[in-house]
């Protein structure tokens, strides 16, 4: 039962372009969204993150906005830098149990960034 | 400051012997997360530790258990190895209560 999907396992696009990652939920309980970047060979890195009382959130170059209705959250890079290159992982997380945190991680989607 | 750090970085098993990962939590982090990521999919928890003891488990059978000590430090045990262990194993800590995880490199664990 997977409960934190990415449909595009990999993404193309052109430097300066903007770049949009989506994840679909199925779990109504996950309060919390996180987006991962992951480099190979190293751990996943913390990138944005959104609560599910908002609809969006901003951090520089990247945007997250949440749809609950359609249980859909997308990740936005404005612009895109060959640097961002990396597989995306959308997270997500049921409200804390005893001060415990559990991430349902997506597939992955493996994000290029052409010059 | 050392983010997580976890040993070894690669490790070849046979079917059915045990095998022990390390991890040492960022300084500050008291809370350690396993999860086990297979290729081409997204990590999956395979439980938690704080205060020494095992707060909540994935769906992972038994023969994966864990330990945390008194430093924070944790590991991982699976014992009766089956060629469908092997996977990047990924340590993560943070502190009690916190809403983000630091993950570390992970161990590459590879059954044959």
């Not at chain 1, 770049?19 to 996180?34: A, G, Q, R, V």
């Not at chain 1, 290159?85 to 149990?97: D, K, M, T, W």
Request: glycine residues 8%.
């Amino acid at each position: 039962d997977q409960q934190v999907k990415q449909n595009s396992p990999s993404l193309s696009v052109q430097e300066g372009r903007i770049s949009i990652l989506n994840c679909d939920y199925t779990n109504s309980m996950f309060d919390y969204f996180l987006w991962y970047k992951k480099y190979p060979a190293e751990g996943p890195t913390f990138l944005i993150s959104i609560s599910s009382i908002k609809d969006k959130n901003e951090d520089g170059r990247f945007t997250v906005f949440l749809n609950k209705s359609a249980k859909h959250l997308s990740l936005h890079i404005v612009p895109s830098q060959p640097g961002d290159s990396a597989v995306y992982f959308c997270a997500a997380s049921p409200p804390l149990i005893q001060g415990a945190q559990k991430l349902v991680f997506g597939q992955g989607t493996r994000l290029t960034i052409n010059p | 400051d050392a983010g997580v750090t976890q040993s070894p970085t690669h490790l070849i098993k046979t079917r059915g012997q045990q095998v022990t990962l390390r991890c040492s939590p960022k300084s500050g982090h008291d809370t350690v997360s396993w999860y086990q990521q297979a290729l081409g999919q997204g990590p999956q928890f395979i439980f938690q530790y704080y205060e020494e003891e095992e707060r909540q488990r994935g769906n992972f059978p038994d023969r994966f258990s864990g330990h945390q000590f008194p430093n924070y430090s944790s590991e991982l045990n699976v014992n009766a190895l089956l060629l469908g262990d092997s996977a990047l194993y990924l340590c993560a800590s943070s502190w009690a209560g916190s809403d983000g995880y630091t993950f570390g490199s992970g161990t590459r664990l590879t059954v044959v």
